[in-house]
C-alpha cells in the first residue's frame, strides 16, 4: 500500500519524528513505518492527532484547519503536508506577480 | 508511602527526585513509586527542607512508612506506629498467601483487631518482588484493573441506562468556535462530553462521591476521572480536579496534558485517587454503546459511544443526525432508575446548548 510518491526529506523527517515522539514519549521513533497511518501502528486517538497538529503548530508556525488533520495521519503525509504549507510560505503571493 | 487508591497497600521507591538539603513547596515532585497502576510522581504535601531520605530505591514498603524526614520535624523521628511491628495474620491467609506469593506483612488486615483474612490476601495486589520492568509494569496494571473491577462486580449492585442524543447542536457549535481560533486553542468533544458530565454530577450529588464502610457520602467538588488507554492495553483514569468549574479551554488543555503524562508515565498523585466519578469514551474506537464498570469507591460512571451520523425524526420529518450513545452505569445503593435518567437528561440538556457549558 506504499503509493505514496516521494520519499520524506530526511531532516524534515527528523523533524517531525521528534516532536511526535514529545506528543506521544511512549512511541519508539525507531519503528515507525513512514507510510502507514499512526492510528494504525500506535493506536492513535483524536487526542494524539490533536496534540501532534499543536506541536506542528508551534514548531514550524502553520495554520492547520481541522479539516487538513486527515493529512497529517501518517509521517510521509505529514511530512508532505508540512512542506507544501511551507512552500506556499516561501512562494511570492501571486497577486505580486506582474 | 501514600495510598494512592484504596486498592493500594504498598508500593515500590524507584528513584528520589529530591536530595537531603532541598527546599520543597508544596505539590514538588519528591519521588517517583511504582504502584500497580504504573509509576507515579510523588509530590510533597509540605513546604521545608529535606533532612533525610530514609527509604532506599528498589525497597518496597507499606502505605503509611515514612519515606524522608523534613527538617525541623523531630516528631516525625519516632515514627507513630513503628513499622516493624509485626502484622497478625490468620492461618488460612498465611496458607494463601505462601501459595500466592504475597508477603502478608505488607497487607493492611481487614479482620477483628486489624488481622489479615483470607480475604485481604485474596484481594491483594501479586507481583511483589524486585523492581518491575515496564512488562511488570504492564501486568501490575492488568492486576491493578483486576482488583478493582472484580470488587466491583462483587460489591456494587449496578443498574444501567442508556440516551442517545442528538449532537448536531454541539458539533455545529464546536466547528464555529475551532474555525476562529489557531490549533492550540481548539476544543475536541471529549472537553464537551467531560464539562457536561461533570455539571450534572455536581447538580445531582448522588452520583458524585465515595462509598465506604459508613455507607454514601456525597463529595464536595467534582473531580471528574477521565478513563485513558495505554498503547499497547491497560488503562488508568486520573481526575481532573473541579472540572465542573473550569471552563472549556481549561478543562481541554487539563485534559491534553492528563493524557500526554499518563502515557509518559507520569501521573501525580494527587490525581491517581481522588476522583469522584468517571468518564469512559470509546468513540474513537467505532463502537455504538459501552457498557461501563463502575470504579469503587465511586458510586457512577459515565460511558459515550461514537458519535455515528443515523436517521433522527424530529418535527414529524427523518433527518439524518450527528447520534451518541450516552450510558450510565449506577450504583443502586445510593440512587434509583429514576434519578439516573434525570441524569442522564441534565448531561442532552447541557449538551443541546453548548454556548452555556
Known amino acids: 500500500m506504499s503509493g505514496s510518491s516521494a520519499a520524506v526529506e530526511p531532516a524534515l523527517g527528523a523533524q517531525i519524528l521528534a516532536l511526535l515522539v514529545e506528543i506521544a514519549p511512549d512511541v519508539d521513533p525507531a519503528a515507525v513505518r513512514p507510510a502507514e497511518d499512526f492510528r494504525r501502528q ?7 492527532v490533536f496534540s501532534f497538529a499543536t506541536a506542528l503548530h508551534a514548531k514550524f508556525g502553520l495554520d492547520i484547519p481541522e479539516r487538513d488533520y486527515r493529512q497529517l495521519a501518517s509521517l510521509e503525509k505529514c511530512a508532505a503536508y508540512v512542506a507544501a504549507k511551507l512552500g506556499d510560505r516561501h512562494a511570492p503571493p501571486a497577486a505580486l506577480k506582474s | 508511602m501514600p495510598s494512592l487508591g484504596a486498592d493500594m497497600e504498598a508500593g515500590t521507591l524507584v528513584e ?29 504535601f509540605e513546604e521545608g527542607m529535606v533532612e533525610r531520605l530514609i527509604v532506599q530505591p528498589g525497597a518496597r514498603v507499606p502505605v503509611g512508612a515514612i519515606l524522608a524526614l523534613f527538617e525541623g520535624e523531630p516528631t516525625k523521628l519516632a515514627p507513630p506506629q513503628s513499622a516493624a511491628r509485626a502484622q497478625r495474620v490468620s492461618p488460612a491467609a498465611r496458607a494463601r498467601a ?3 506469593g504475597i508477603d502478608p506483612q505488607t497487607l493492611k488486615g481487614t479482620g477483628p483487631q486489624g488481622v489479615v483474612t483470607l480475604q485481604d490476601i485474596e484481594q491483594a495486589p501479586a507481583g511483589q518482588g524486585p523492581p518491575p520492568s515496564p512488562a511488570a509494569g504492564r501486568a501490575g496494571i492488568r492486576n491493578a484493573i483486576a482488583v478493582s473491577m472484580s470488587r466491583s462486580k462483587r460489591e456494587i449492585p449496578h443498574y444501567y441506562l442508556q440516551l442517545t442524543m442528538d449532537l448536531r447542536p454541539a458539533l455545529d457549535w464546536l466547528e464555529q468556535f475551532n474555525a476562529s481560533r489557531p490549533v492550540p486553542e481548539r476544543l475536541l468533544l471529549a472537553a464537551l462530553f467531560n464539562k457536561a458530565t461533570a455539571r450534572a454530577a455536581a447538580e445531582k450529588p448522588g452520583f458524585n462521591g465515595y462509598y465506604g464502610k459508613a455507607g454514601f457520602e456525597a463529595a464536595k467538588s467534582v473531580h471528574l476521572g477521565v478513563a485513558i488507554a495505554l498503547r499497547g492495553g491497560g488503562l488508568v ?19 491534553q496534558d492528563l493524557v500526554m503524562r499518563v502515557r509518559a508515565g507520569h501521573m501525580r498523585s494527587s490525581e491517581i485517587s481522588s476522583a469522584t466519578i468517571t468518564v469512559t469514551s470509546l468513540g474513537d474506537e467505532g463502537v455504538d454503546v459501552v457498557y461501563p464498570i463502575i470504579h469503587p469507591p465511586q458510586v457512577a460512571i459515565v460511558g459515550f459511544g461514537s458519535v455515528v451520523e ?9 433527518e439524518p443526525r450527528p447520534l451518541v450513545s ?32
Open chain 1, 42 to 48: 500506535f493506536d492513535f486517538d483524536s487526542m494524539d
Open chain 2, 16 to 44: 528520589w527526585r529530591v536530595q537531603p538539603g532541598a527546599h520543597v513547596h508544596r505539590g514538588d515532585v519528591m519521588a517517583l513509586v511504582d504502584t500497580e497502576k504504573g509509576i507515579i510522581d510523588i509530590e510533597s
Open chain 2, 98 to 100: 505462601a501459595q500466592l
Open chain 2, 237 to 255: 483514569a486520573p481526575a481532573i480536579h473541579e472540572a465542573d468549574q473550569k471552563t472549556l479551554p481549561v478543562l481541554m488543555r487539563e485534559l
Open chain 2, 310 to 318: 443515523r436517521p433522527w425524526a424530529i418535527d414529524g420529518r427523518i
Open chain 2, 326 to 357: 450516552v450510558t450510565l452505569a449506577a450504583d443502586h445503593r445510593v440512587t434509583d432508575g429514576r434519578l439516573g435518567a434525570q441524569f442522564l437528561a441534565r448531561i442532552r440538556d447541557f449538551l443541546t446548548r453548548p454556548e452555556d457549558l
